[in-house]
């Protein structure tokens, strides 16, 4: 499938998904959303593909909705607002969360509003020095979407998150990584590379085990002790069965590296 939005491709088990906007800095449009699917489903169905790398091209990572979608008339009905977090990011973010391969996001650039959403949905975010994120919701009048107010008491704590989203306030890539709201903050140009070290990396491990441990940390949130002590005996047993546990195993036994095949 071609794309005009985005660049995609699939390589050494990796898939490499470009926002590629850059003279929006990679705000999201209707075809946008519709591609990110459609590269989503590729990446998922087939291929060979253990891992994904989410990135922008050009100065931006994604600075969230492209306005230019919503222009109106001044005498029109106004945008329904929810109905767009309901077709297209709220979809969006449960996908990133619930992919069976493990995510990496290389934030290239400005991360604002929905586009700080979708970095933080990813498992390992990389942050280049000159990148910032910012929830700037509230210096429009609207509340922080695409689980901001979801991710953010949870990686910064309340005060933090709180001064944040009302705020509007940016936060730099360094900031980010001291306050663990990110992995890692690199030099720009070391970001792409790292990036794609990291998630080929990631694409020769147990990646069944990796999508396991992805469905372990999203439901510990909204789970009691005694349920995740369940939970995570009910994925223990899954991943003791597989091919990748067995290959550890002999690999152990005899003194030599194992060869993961995501089975």
């Known amino acids: 499938m071609s794309f005009e939005t985005i660049d ?13 906007r850059p003279e929006t800095l990679n705000c999201f449009n ?13 990446a998922q169905s087939g291929g060979g593909c253990r891992a994904l790398l989410l990135t922008g091209a050009g100065r931006g990572f994604c600075a969230g909705q492209d306005l230019g979608d919503r222009r109106r008339e001044p005498d029109a009905e106004p945008v329904d607002l929810g109905e767009s977090l ?37 498992d390992v975010v990389l942050g280049a020095r000159s990148a910032k994120f910012v929830m700037s919701f509230s210096r429009m009048g609207l509340v922080p979407d695409s689980g901001g107010t979801w991710m ?38 070391r970001l792409e590379e790292e990036a794609r070290t990291l998630c080929r990396h990631l ?12 469905r372990a940390l999203a439901e510990t949130w909204s789970n009691s002790l005694d349920r995740q002590l369940d ?5 223990q047993r ?8 067995r290959e550890a195993v002999a690999a152990f036994l005899e003194k030599r590296d194992p060869t993961f095949k995501g089975r």
Do not use: K
């Open 231 to 235: 939970l995570e005996c009910e994925l």
């Open 203 to 214: 694409a020769t491990r147990p990646t069944r085990g990796l999508a396991m441990i992805r």
């Open 30 to 42: 209707e075809a946008m959303h519709a591609e990110v699917r459609a590269a989503l489903d590729e």
């Open 86 to 122: 309901e077709t297209n990011y709220n979809p969006l973010i449960r996908r990133l969360r619930s992919l069976d391969m493990p995510v990496v996001c290389a934030v290239n650039g400005v991360a604002a509003g929905a586009g700080v959403s979708i970095a933080l949905a990813c």
């Open 238 to 245: 899954e991943a003791g069965r597989t091919e990748d546990y």
């Open 152 to 189: 953010l008491p949870r990686l910064l704590g309340h005060a933090r998150a709180s001064a944040l989203l009302m705020l509007g306030e940016s936060v730099s890539s360094e900031q980010a990584e001291r306050w663990g709201m990110i992995w890692r903050c690199v030099d720009d140009d």
């Open 8 to 20: 995609f491709e699939i390589s050494d088990g990796c898939a490499r998904l470009m926002l590629n």
